[in-house]
Each structure stands twice: as structure tokens, then as C-alpha cells.
């Protein structure tokens, strides 16, 4: 029965450990949807679009009825005085006799509404703030696309490490095999001793690199995980696998389609933006009305019985219209309007600015993107040429016609064409997202 118990225990461990393998395993599409999830700048983007649908709700409440409700108390520690003509008592024209009038509590309550029926700049601010709306959501595409881009060239950067790393541990591997071999060549009296003196000297070359590729390798993922918004204290696997068929389907382009760029669409809206500022500034010109109303109650007493029902409470009522006509305001709006209209002309030039910047990058991209695919096939026929002299130095070595410094060299060429390959990869990896990012077709 324990026996059964421990396996059934065992059992359970093995279970969670999977499940937390499979939940901490990622393909590149997958840490891309975790981060467009999850990074704390996609988060922030999205709480822009939730303010601004705010703002259009604060706006549009202005020009609904606006009501409120006062109530107020009142205690004359002295009445006020108020002066009437002597004469209208039997005194002499010219003088005034002071008289208070009222008593010394007062109290009211009313209620007053408010209706806007005509304004010209709401009805622009009103347009304007759902175009706001519309442009915080621009903004969070293009946070997206670029937490994408970021996403996979640290997705990639990471991938990169783990294969440099695998392949520095199979030269290890393979140095240390030789280097038991010669020192065990040398114990027998076949070779000299400086022979194993470079092997080991190749082999703690090859561990120091691996030492500086490990720490690279920590330093990839946690830059990853940072790009993810992922963690940086839990482990984190990779289901993606780096090879050159990333590299293929990538279509070129004659030219760049700036629709296709969430800047452009940002700087569009941009714009429809300054030409309701500039529309907004001219509708200052036109009349405003608004409706009002209000109702209260008033009280006044020699005594503090204000909440009595025996006295009464004395109403008023009032509705009426208000119109606003403006006539002369020292040429201000006119000068607003005149700098709005610079303001829009200054979009424009940006907008501009930033079409000719889109093809300035293309061009950059396409010739970074072409040159790195040119590299790639040249290091890897120097990968595969430098894997092929170490084979055939170590069959010379073997049969005595070869020297250890020999292999040695060609142990090193294998090591530097192994990191020139990978790194070569990586730059055309890049080179080849930061094209797509160029023509708009990232996908994120």
C-alpha cells in the first residue's frame, strides 16, 4: 500500500511539472499574444483608450441638461441697514432715514436647470473628442506593432544563445575527447607533451567562451521576458526552433505603402485633429444659447422655526433664454485662427517628413536585409569548410602526419566559423523583421 501511495505521489509531481512546462513554453506567435497581453506599455495603451472614451463621455454630458440643487440657512447677527427719503415720514427732502428691513433667520431651497441649445465650439470639441478617441486607438496599434518587433528579435536573440551554446558544448565535447586521447598518447610516449599543452589550451579557450555564451544566454531570456512582460523570476522554454526558413516568403516591394504604417495612420488622425482645432477656433464667432430655468422656496423668521409648518414658505419660479453674441474681442480669435492654421501647416510638413522617412528606411532595410543573406550563404560555406578541415586534420593527427598545431588552428577556425554563422543569422533575422516593419506587413 505504500508503495502504491509513493507512486501515486510521484506520479502527481510528474503531472504538475509538466503542466508547468507546458504553461512556461512558448512559440514566437505565443510570446508575441502573451505580451500584446500582458507588456505593461500594451496595458497602458489600452488604458488610453478607456480614458479617452471617457473624455467623449465628459464631453458629451455638457450638453445635456445640467442640473443641481441648493439649500442655504441664514442667521443676521445685525440686520441690514437700508436708507429710504426723510419725507416719506414728515422729515425734511434731502434727508434719509435708515430703516432695517427683514428679519433674522432666512433659509432656501431650489433647484436649477441649465440646457445647452446652440454652440458652435461644442459641437467642433464635440467631433474633436471622438477623433481623440480614434487616435488613442492608433496609438495602441503602433505600441502593438513595436512590442511585437521587440518581442521577436529578443524571441530570436534568445534562440540564437541556446544554439551557440549548444554548439560550443559539442566542441567541447569533442576537444576534451581529443585531449584525453593525446594525454594518454603522450603517457605512452607517442607524442610530445606540448601537443596536449594545445589541446588543453584550445579547451579552456572553448570553456571560458562557453562561460561568456551562458551569461549571454541568461541575459537573452531575461530581456525577453522583460519584452513579454513575462515574469522575470519564473523559467521560460522556447518551442520555436532557429533555422534560415524564417527567412523565407519575404516579399519585396517596389515602394512603401504608408496606409499600411500605424505611424502614418497615428499622424493622419494627427491631422484631421488640427483641422477641427482650426474648425473649433473659427466657430467662436457664432452665437451660443442656452435655456434656463430654476425653482425655490424661501423662508424668513424672527425666530429659529425655520422647519415649522405653521409658516409658510414662499416660492419662486423663473425660466428664460440666454443669448450670447460675440461682438469685439481685440482681434483674438483671429490671431487663434491664424495659429492654427501655421499648426496645420506644420502637420503637413511632418506628414510629409515622415513618407519621405518611410522610404528612406525601406531602402535601408531591403539593402541591410539583401546584404545579410549574401553573408549568411558565404559563412555558412565557411562553417562548412572549417567543420571539414578539422575532420580531416584530426584524421591527419590520428595517422601521425598531422601536427597538434594543426588541429589546434583548425579547432579554432570550426569555433569562430560556428560564432560568425549564428551571429550572421541573427543580423539577417533582424534585418528581415525590420524590413517587414518598414512595409507594414509585421502582422502585430
Known amino acids: 500500500m505504500k508503495k502504491i501511495l509513493t507512486l501515486c505521489i510521484f506520479l502527481q509531481s510528474v503531472m504538475i511539472l509538466q503542466a508547468q512546462d507546458s504553461k512556461n513554453s512558448f512559440t514566437l506567435k505565443q510570446a508575441v499574444d502573451y505580451a500584446l497581453t500582458n507588456q505593461q506599455s500594451v496595458k497602458n495603451a489600452l488604458l488610453d483608450e478607456k480614458i479617452a472614451q471617457r473624455k467623449v463621455d465628459e464631453l458629451v454630458g455638457i450638453g445635456t441638461p445640467q442640473i443641481s440643487g441648493e439649500a442655504d440657512f441664514n442667521k443676521f447677527i445685525e440686520i441690514p441697514t437700508s436708507f429710504i427719503p426723510g419725507e416719506f415720514f414728515g422729515g425734511k427732502p434731502g434727508e434719509f432715514i435708515g430703516v432695517k428691513f427683514g428679519q433674522p433667520y432666512t433659509a432656501s431651497a431650489g433647484v436649477t436647470a441649465t440646457q445647452l441649445l446652440f454652440d458652435g ?34 524571441y530570436y536573440g534568445a534562440l540564437v544563445s541556446d544554439a551557440r551554446l549548444e554548439i560550443i558544448q559539442a566542441n567541447i565535447d569533442r576537444v576534451s575527447k581529443l585531449f584525453s586521447d593525446t594525454k594518454a598518447l603522450n603517457q605512452n610516449g607517442l607524442v610530445e607533451k606540448i601537443d596536449v ?29 522583460f519584452q513579454m512582460g513575462f515574469d522575470p523570476h519564473q523559467p521560460i522554454t522556447l518551442s ?31 491631422r484631421k485633429l488640427q483641422e477641427l482645432d482650426l ?32 409658516y409658510k414658505w414662499y416660492p419662486t419660479v423663473v425660466a428664460g433664454l440666454k443669448l450670447s453674441i460675440p461682438i469685439w474681442d481685440g482681434l483674438q480669435k483671429q490671431a487663434k485662427i491664424s495659429q492654427a492654421r501655421l499648426s496645420l501647416e506644420k502637420v503637413d510638413n511632418s506628414i510629409s517628413l515622415l513618407k519621405n522617412s518611410f522610404a528612406l528606411e525601406y531602402e535601408s532595410a ?35 602526419v598531422g601536427s597538434s598545431l594543426e588541429l589546434v588552428d583548425a579547432e579554432s577556425s570550426v569555433k569562430e566559423a560556428d560564432a560568425n ?15 517587414e516593419k518598414t512595409l507594414g506587413t509585421t502582422g502585430f
Open 121 to 154: 465650439s461644442y459641437l467642433v470639441g464635440l467631433q474633436a473628442s471622438r477623433t481623440y478617441r480614434e487616435l488613442s486607438k492608433k496609438a495602441t496599434a503602433q505600441t502593438k506593432t513595436e512590442t511585437g518587433v521587440n518581442v521577436s528579435k529578443a
Open 197 to 225: 599543452d594545445r589541446i588543453e589550451l584550445s579547451l579552456n579557450n572553448l570553456k571560458v567562451e562557453k562561460e561568456k555564451i551562458t551569461r549571454f544566454k541568461d541575459l537573452s531570456y531575461a530581456l525577453l521576458k
Open 240 to 270: 520555436d526552433k532557429l533555422d534560415e526558413s524564417v527567412l523565407q516568403n519575404v516579399v519585396i516591394a517596389d515602394s512603401v505603402d504608408a496606409a499600411k504604417r500605424p505611424e502614418f495612420a497615428l499622424a493622419t488622425v494627427q
Open 279 to 310: 474648425k473649433r477656433y473659427k466657430s467662436t464667432y457664432y452665437p451660443s444659447l442656452v435655456a434656463f430655468g430654476s425653482a425655490s422656496y424661501n423662508a424668513s423668521r424672527n425666530e429659529f422655526n425655520i422647519f415649522n409648518t405653521d
Open 366 to 400: 531591403r539593402s541591410n536585409y539583401e546584404n545579410n543573406l549574401s553573408s549568411l550563404k558565404t559563412v555558412k560555406k565557411n562553417q562548412e569548410l572549417a567543420t571539414e578541415i578539422s575532420r580531416v586534420s584530426k584524421i591527419k593527427y590520428d595517422n601521425g
Open 421 to 435: 554563422y549564428f551571429n550572421t543569422l541573427y543580423d539577417a533575422i533582424i534585418s528581415k523583421i525590420d524590413l
